[in-house]
């Protein structure tokens, strides 16, 4: 489980603009959204199409953040909010997921094996911050429907979740029960929306042997054995996502699963 989200309260309300907030306040308080400064100049969907270089794209997208407080005057641990915020995990993540992950797929050849993933990048919208979504799922004949959290929570325009992401940001290497959570959670969500296109955990460390083992079981090949889809964790034969194990150091993220 992540740290953040294990100190999160069962709600958060605006905070005062004198208050110092606890970082996991200051993330379940705050959304983030993908813009542009004019659509007619090159996008996501652009160089997804091969038809825009990065820092073509880069000179026109914006990452905005709204907040359930006032973010100008807030602390979070004695920073400002602004800078707490964009040094922190969550956001560097979501902005390496924006500015950076499909030329890393697109550049490598691997925009076919990736294609659910990649193909949903340019949709994405807006992320929450520790984050829910809503689950139906049947469980030993039952039917049970419930709210699942996560670190990060991508959706489209629609709001329609595309990517989830828990952060371990312990020194302690992520865990094979990190891992079987993630799977559990978002096979659950998976069946529930069909929008979603991929699941990560990051962490700061590394990944320990019985968790890399665990998601290599997910994304066996089985039944669809002809889906050559990489790291995929298949719900029907149709259907599935992406699983990601990326590693974040030294101010840089790595791939860990798949390998690009």
Same mark, same amino acid.
């Given at each position: 489980?992540?740290?953040?989200?294990?100190?999160?309260?069962?709600?958060?309300?605006?905070?005062?603009?004198?208050?110092?907030?606890?970082?996991?306040?200051?993330?379940?308080?705050?959304?983030?959204?993908?813009?542009?400064?004019?659509?007619?100049?090159?996008?996501?969907?652009?160089?997804?199409?091969?038809?825009?270089?990065?820092?073509?794209?880069?000179?026109?997208?914006?990452?905005?953040?709204?907040?359930?407080?006032?973010?100008?005057?807030?602390?979070?641990?004695?920073?400002?909010?602004?800078?707490?915020?964009?040094?922190?995990?969550?956001?560097?993540?979501?902005?390496?997921?924006?500015?950076?992950?499909?030329?890393?797929?697109?550049?490598?050849?691997?925009?076919?094996?990736?294609?659910?993933?990649?193909?949903?990048?340019?949709?994405?919208?807006?992320?929450?911050?520790?984050?829910?979504?809503?689950?139906?799922?049947?469980?030993?004949g039952d039917?049970? !429907?419930?709210?699942? !959290?996560?670190?990060?929570?991508?959706?489209?325009?629609?709001?329609?979740?595309?990517?989830?992401?828990?952060?371990?940001?312990?020194?302690?290497?992520?865990?094979?029960?990190?891992?079987?959570?993630?799977?559990?959670?978002?096979? !659950?969500?998976?069946?529930?929306?069909?929008?979603?296109?991929?699941?990560?955990?990051?962490?700061?460390?590394?990944?320990?042997?019985?968790?890399?083992?665990?998601?290599?079981?997910?994304?066996?090949?089985?039944l669809f054995? !002809?889906?050559?889809?990489?790291?995929?964790?298949?719900?029907?034969?149709?259907?599935?996502?992406?699983?990601?194990?990326?590693?974040?150091?030294?101010?840089?993220?790595?791939?860990?699963?798949?390998?690009?």
């Open positions: 489980m992540s740290s953040l989200r294990d100190q999160l309260p069962e709600q958060v309300t605006g905070a005062d603009p004198s208050q110092q907030l606890r970082p996991e306040e200051a993330l379940a308080g705050t959304n983030l959204f993908v813009r542009y400064n004019s659509k007619s100049d090159p996008t996501l969907a652009d160089a997804r199409d091969g038809s825009a270089e990065p820092t073509e794209v880069d000179a026109n997208l914006r990452i905005q953040y709204h907040t359930q407080f006032e973010a100008e005057s807030a602390t979070v641990d004695g920073q400002p909010f602004h800078d707490f915020l964009t040094g922190c995990l969550p956001y560097r993540f979501v902005s390496w997921l924006v500015t950076k992950l499909l030329y890393e797929i697109r550049d490598t050849g691997h925009s076919t094996e990736m294609e659910v993933l990649y193909d949903a990048l340019p949709e994405i919208d807006r992320v929450e911050l520790n984050g829910q979504v809503s689950l139906t799922y049947v469980e030993d039917e049970h !429907r419930e709210q699942e !959290r996560y670190d990060v929570v991508v959706r489209d325009r629609m709001g329609n979740p595309l990517i989830v992401a828990n952060i371990n940001d312990r020194k302690e290497p992520a865990t094979q029960e990190q891992m079987t959570e993630l799977l559990t959670t978002t096979e !659950r969500l998976g069946t529930t929306s069909s929008s979603l296109a991929a699941a990560f955990l990051v962490t700061e460390s590394f990944f320990d042997p019985a968790a890399l083992e665990t998601a290599e079981e997910a994304t066996a090949s089985g054995s !002809r889906n050559k889809r990489a790291s995929f964790v298949n719900l029907s034969r149709s259907d599935g996502y992406h699983l990601c194990l990326l590693e974040a150091r030294e101010g840089e993220f790595n791939m860990a699963v798949p390998e690009l």
